[in-house]
Nanobody, 123 residues
Framework: VQLQASGGGLVQAGGSLGLSCAAS????????MGWFRQAPGKEREFVAS?????????TYADSVKGRFTISRDNARATVYLQMNSLKPEDTAVYYCAAGTTNWSTRAAEYAYWGQGTLVTVSS
C-alpha cells in the first residue's frame, strides 16, 4: 500500500490543523493506521493509531490525548488526524503509517509509511 500525507503547514499556538493520509489499493480497511511524528534532533514518536477494520479503537500518546483525534474513512481509503489546541512542542514532521497489528504504538510494527508532512506551530 502507498500512503500520501497532506495538510501540514504553519499555525499559531492554540490553533488547529487537519492532516490527511490517502492510501492506494483496495485493502485499506485491513490495515491499522497510525500517525507518528519526528521533531528536529529527536527520535520518531507515536502520536495516534486507529484499528482495522472499522476504527472502533483509537490510541493516543499522552502528550496529545484530548487535543488530537484520529479517524478513518474506509470508503475513501483515508485516515485523518485533527489537531486542536496546538503547542509549539507539536512542531514536527508527521508521518502516517499502515500495519497489520491493531493498537500498536511501535513504529517497527508498521510496514508502510507515507512521506511526511511538516507541521510548524509558532508561539
Amino acid at each position: 500500500v502507498q500512503l500520501q500525507a497532506s495538510g501540514g503547514g504553519l499555525v499559531q499556538a492554540g490553533g488547529s490543523l487537519g492532516l490527511s493520509c490517502a492510501a492506494s489499493g483496495r485493502t485499506f480497511s485491513t490495515y491499522a493506521m497510525g500517525w507518528f511524528r519526528q521533531a528536529p534532533g529527536k527520535e520518531r514518536e507515536f502520536v495516534a493509531s486507529i484499528s482495522w477494520p472499522g476504527g472502533r479503537t483509537t490510541t493516543y500518546a499522552d502528550s496529545v490525548k484530548g487535543r488530537f483525534t484520529i479517524s478513518r474513512d474506509n470508503a475513501r481509503a483515508t485516515v485523518y488526524l485533527q489537531m486542536n489546541s496546538l503547542k509549539p512542542e507539536d512542531t514536527a514532521v508527521y508521518y502516517c503509517a499502515a500495519g497489520t497489528t491493531n493498537w500498536s504504538t511501535r513504529a517497527a510494527e508498521y510496514a508502510y509509511w507515507g512521506q511526511g508532512t511538516l507541521v510548524t506551530v509558532s508561539s
